[in-house]
């Protein structure tokens, strides 16, 4: 044991080391309170976390958790950083993403941005965002060689980066100044559309910044098509790491060197609330690529630009304020895991165009945590951790697995146009979906504590997002649908479809389950009605009749439960209940179903709203 200086802070330097042996013991203990008899590593691994990409995450991680020496900020593999200095010169560079196709109104927004914050320009150009002949609209009034832009144009990103380059030689800007990257990203568009894209002119424009504009980028491997079809994070890193691979091939056929070639990919991804994840993320993504670059005979190219998008697929459409709260922690796994710029996309990206007011929080929640929290002073604060430094290792030995199984198919393309990709995209999202369902994943505001009586948040119509290749998911998207069922019933009746609940005995005795019960129908628009609260089979079948409700749900306790459950169900029934629903588990005669924290909430409001009539 190290003996501290006697300077009056020893604080547990006089206590003895506790052991591993010690700590798992402890756990034996609680473990068995709560009815698991288990002893040592079996304790331990009874509150494991299995996660994604077969990934287990553990309750305690030591040094014996070991991982590849993560080296040096700046130095290959690049895990801790892709600069020496990392972000603490100036921080992560602040963009943020325009897509109104009004070039005018565009320009009103680009202009107030980089007044307030903003350092750089992500413009969706084309379809599903600025026209090409509106980009100078658009940029009227930016200074070109201050702000670097970066372009979206999917298939039509030759014209717009030539477009782009015209307006730098118009204004005078000088090569040397530009500053950004051209957006070209043939893979991801058919990764999006299912359209092919000629890759020539790709390599024609990375000839060209390689040859005359040193600061812009001519292509971008953007992992989020990959992400928003429901990919683990482990999927999303193997299919960036296919797409750069591919571009490098094109590139070095066309006569770059691998250096060359390298210097003109900048990398997108997705960040999201998990923040661990998030950081071990952008990290894996660094190994990985310098491993490509080191197997490529070029190590010093390894060196990954990264731009990092909070997550579209965890926004939310109702309650779209706790989208903030989202943002701000995935803004800071992506800061804390080393992204070279963020993009924090506003709270209400989900509805339509953002406001002004979702632009600012959204451009805002990263100057805090620059400015404020001064979170970019610190070079890779998350290095020496031993749960981010494993979860670093094992999410990048599972992306290269995934890596592998695409190169096997013939490179991304082939494995795209296989179906391949989409089908392992599916299945992971098919076993996402079934802990979306079992609110074993809860969504703030959707499925836990929706509040039926929120107005609804409304933006103007955003422009059609280019469709056609994998499918764009959301959390969101059950419960939402179910929403939107009891919203057009309400609109149609005048009321929202009813539950009664049969809340039995004392407060202490029914406010654990009728709180349950509550949240749970409320997260399919089933409004719940239990007041008054009932003493016995009577009182629940006289206040069922004036809730005006169809369907009925008992609320208490066990013990009453075998005390009064099967009468009071018997009692609704004769009151005119459709269905009875009991808040937990057991066999009662008389009750219909069972709700409890885990069941199929998804499939219970599905069921519960066709036995009341709204229409689908």
């Known amino acids: 044991m190290t003996v501290l200086p006697d300077d009056g802070l020893s604080l547990a330097a006089e206590f003895p080391d506790a052991t591993h042996e010690q700590w798992q013991r402890l756990v034996e203990g609680v473990l068995r309170k709560s009815g698991k008899d288990v002893s ?13 990409d077969g990934l287990t995450t553990r309750p305690l991680y030591t040094a014996r958790d070991s991982a590849p020496d993560a080296g040096y900020p700046g130095f290959a593999p690049f895990v801790r950083g892709s600069r020496a200095e990392g972000n603490a010169a100036d921080g992560w560079g602040v963009r943020q993403r325009h897509a109104d196709p009004d070039p005018a109104a565009a320009n009103a927004a680009v202009l107030a941005d980089l007044e307030n914050g903003v350092t750089s320009l992500w413009l969706a150009v084309g379809r599903g965002g600025v026209p090409v002949s509106g980009l100078a609209r658009a940029l009227d009034g930016v200074y070109l060689d201050l702000a670097p832009v970066v372009l979206d144009a999917g298939a039509e990103f030759e014209a717009a980066a030539q477009e782009l380059l015209h307006l730098y030689a118009e204004r005078g800007v000088p090569a040397e100044a530009a500053r950004g990257n051209l957006g070209a990203d043939p893979l991801g568009h058919e990764a999006r559309t299912g359209e092919a894209v000629d890759a020539a002119p790709a390599v024609a424009l990375a000839r060209l910044c390689g040859e005359r504009y040193p600061g812009l980028r001519a292509l971008t491997v953007d992992a989020l098509p990959y992400h928003e079809a429901g990919g683990s994070a482990a999927q999303e890193l193997g299919a960036s790491l296919a797409t750069g691979v591919a571009y490098v091939r ?15 990919l900048e990398f997108r991804y997705a960040a999201t609330a998990d923040q661990f994840l998030t950081i071990a993320k952008l990290r894996a993504a660094r190994r990985l690529w310098a491993r490509v670059a080191e197997a490529s005979g070029a190590p010093a190219a390894g060196a990954q630009r990264q731009h990092a998008v909070t997550s579209p697929v965890m926004m939310t459409r109702r309650d779209p304020w706790v989208n903030m709260l989202r943002t701000t922690v995935a803004c800071l796994g992506a800061g804390v895991g ?20 979702a632009r600012r929080i959204a451009r805002n929640t990263s100057t805090i945590l620059l400015e ?13 951790s031993w749960y981010v430094e494993r979860l670093t290792t094992e999410l990048a030995e599972s992306a290269w697995e995934f890596f592998r199984t695409i190169e096997r198919a013939g490179g991304l393309a082939a494995a795209l146009r296989s179906g391949l990709v989409g089908d392992e995209l599916a299945a992971t999202w098919a076993e996402r979906s079934k802990k979306l369902a079992r609110r074993r994943e809860p969504v703030t505001g959707v499925s836990e ?60 005795a029914h406010t654990g389950r009728a709180t349950f019960a509550a949240n749970l129908f409320q997260a399919g628009g089933i409004e719940p009605v239990h ?34 459950a099967e009468a009071v169900a018997k009692a609704l029934k004769a009151a005119g209940a459709k269905h009875v629903f009991l808040a937990g588990r057991g066999a009662y005669a008389g009750v219909d179903e069972y709700v409890f924290a885990g069941c199929d909430a998804v499939a219970v409001l599905t069921s519960a709203l066709d036995r009341l009539g709204v229409a689908s």
């Open 40 to 52: 040592g590593a079996a304790a331990e691994e009874a509150l494991s976390t299995p996660v994604e």
């Open 250 to 264: 094109e590139l070095t056929s066309a006569g770059l060197s691998v250096e060359e070639a390298c210097a003109q």
């Open 338 to 357: 080393g992204a070279d710029a963020v993009t924090v996309l506003p709270f209400d990206h989900s509805l339509g165009l953002p406001d002004g007011f």
């Open 372 to 384: 404020e929290s001064h979170l970019a002073r610190v070079i890779d604060p998350a290095g020496g």
């Open 449 to 508: 504590f929706p509040h039926l009586a929120e107005r609804p948040v409304e933006r103007a119509a955003a422009p059609a997002v280019p469709s056609g290749g994998l499918p764009r998911v959301r959390r969101d998207e059950a419960y939402e649908g179910l929403r939107a069922r009891s919203d057009a019933h309400l609109t149609g009746t005048g009321a929202r479809p009813r539950v009664f609940l049969a809340a039995l005995g004392p407060a202490a």
């Open 531 to 564: 007041d008054p609260v009932s003493v016995d089979a009577t009182t629940a079948a006289q206040a069922f009749a004036a809730s005006g409700a169809a369907v009925a749900c008992v609320c208490s306790s066990d013990a009453l439960y075998e005390e009064q």
